[in-house]
């Protein structure tokens, strides 16, 4: 039980294009999605916190107008990178979690490589 | 803020124990976690256990936590060539605005040797 599935496992573009990654809970609905970035070698970073029906929580540091994350619904979270740079080049995680995150463990996707040419 | 450490790297034969540990800052961390990555992939939720707990074991897998101390260390017991990943501890507490957010450790890898 409590899989995620995030699309696409990998991505390939040019500088200037907009990318958008889907997280989907397949088997339970998740009140609470979170992203993540993972540079090489290091730690995951906390992107932003989302939860269903209203806007994200973005963490000091990261834009909203660059990364924008969508949930519309209790099984669907999205995150657009919009306008993407070679410096967004990385490994994007997300996760779903049936309650706000405290009594309920995060799952994770299996992660979306971003490379930015 | 809260900061989690952990041990970079960690050798062990095949069919030896693995012990992995974790020091955390946060004295109101509710729920601790171990998850592994493999290369390329996402994390995977391996056990947790909360902090008024002492131990859990599953299976090959035992918890230790003493908060005392706030240390944390998996113990897997048995290792195989599968077990070879990246092991990321984390906490869990009470954020702002009612949100509870994990901070991870940096990530031990774990080699075993056949």
Known sequence: GAVVSQHPSRVICKSGTSVKIECRSLDFQATTM???RQFPKQSLML???SNEGSKATYEQGVEKDKFL???ASLTLSTLTVTSAHPEDSSFYICSASLGRGGYQPQHFGDGTRLSIL | ????????????REGDSSVINCTYTDSSSTYLYWYKQE??????LLTYIFSNMDMKQDQRLTVLLNKKDKHLS?????TQTGDSAIYFCAETALKGAGSYQLTFG???KLSVIP
């Open chain 2, 1 to 12: 803020g809260e900061d989690v450490e952990q041990s970079l790297f960690l050798s062990v």
């Open chain 2, 39 to 44: 290369p390329g992939a996402g994390l995977q």
């Open chain 1, 69 to 71: 994350i969508n949930h």
């Open chain 1, 47 to 49: 992107m932003a916190t």
């Open chain 1, 34 to 36: 979170f992203w993540y």
């Open chain 2, 106 to 108: 940096k990530g031990t």
């Open chain 2, 74 to 78: 998996l113990r897997i017991a048995d």
